[in-house]
């Protein structure tokens, strides 16, 4: 059960967030690392104060209630949240596909009830099984056929919605071949569990093979 627990978390096993293998995945794994230690700071703050006012109450009679309510109440707060929403925004500005970017490949990714198929973006799709270069930026053109899915390579990237009628774009990059879990993040129906995939990072042999091109000269 445990480790079932830690799957599901998202912090061991294929799909993990805290283990990340590409450039994207390890950004948004620090973002949380800084989150859960800001986080972390400021229990221990108040616990410490809970503390203090429990063992020795007298020590705080002397502090003004401006204090409390402008310094703690709304200085502190706004403050670490404006600090973190910034580290968290300016570090998601950089994992958005740039239309710009060279030596890119181009892959599409179509979700359905109850599969993923990819492939370049003029050839046949394969159920299941994503090729991509491994050490260049790949670009993932992302839809769906019928209802909402999301496409998620948590050891390479963060999440895409695949919307009906509309592609979104996300960059990937897996620094070494090897192969890459992913799965559907969005519930899509009574079949939501069973559309897992994997991503398969190959050498440039392996890549021809299959098809893939690059998106600029």
């Not at 108040?46 to 309510?69: E, K, Q």
């Not at 060279?102 to 492939?119: M, P, S």
């Not at 260049?136 to 999440?159: C, M, N, Q, Y």
């Not at 899509?188 to 440039?204: N, Q, R, S, T, W």
Request: charged share 15%; with cysteine; proline share 9%.
């Amino acid at each position: 059960m445990a480790g079932a627990g830690l799957l599901l978390a998202g912090c061991g096993g294929p799909l993990s967030t805290l283990d990340p293998a590409g450039p994207s995945a390890a950004s948004i794994a620090r973002i949380w690392w800084v989150m859960l230690a800001g986080a972390a700071v400021i229990l221990a703050f108040v616990l410490v104060l809970l503390a203090v006012v429990f063992l020795s109450p007298d020590r705080l009679r002397g502090v003004p209630g401006r204090v409390w309510i402008v310094g703690l109440g709304l200085a502190f707060p706004l403050v670490t949240l404006t600090a973190l929403v910034t580290y968290a925004l300016l570090t998601g500005e950089r994992l958005i596909a740039d239309p710009a970017e060279r030596d890119v490949v181009t892959v599409r990714a179509v979700a359905r009830q109850w599969e993923w198929r990819f492939g370049p973006p003029d050839g046949p799709l394969t159920a299941g099984r994503l090729v991509i270069p491994a050490g260049r930026p790949v670009h993932v053109a992302v839809t769906s056929e019928d209802v909402i899915h999301s496409f998620w390579v948590p050891r390479l990237a963060g999440k895409m919605d695949a919307i009906p009628g509309h592609v979104n774009v996300i960059r990937i990059v897996a620094p070494a071949p090897g192969v890459y879990h992913g799965a559907c993040a969005e519930f899509c129906g009574l079949g939501h569990a069973a559309m897992p995939f994997v991503v398969e990072a190959v050498d440039p042999a392996g890549l021809n093979a299959a098809g893939l091109t690059e998106a600029r000269p």
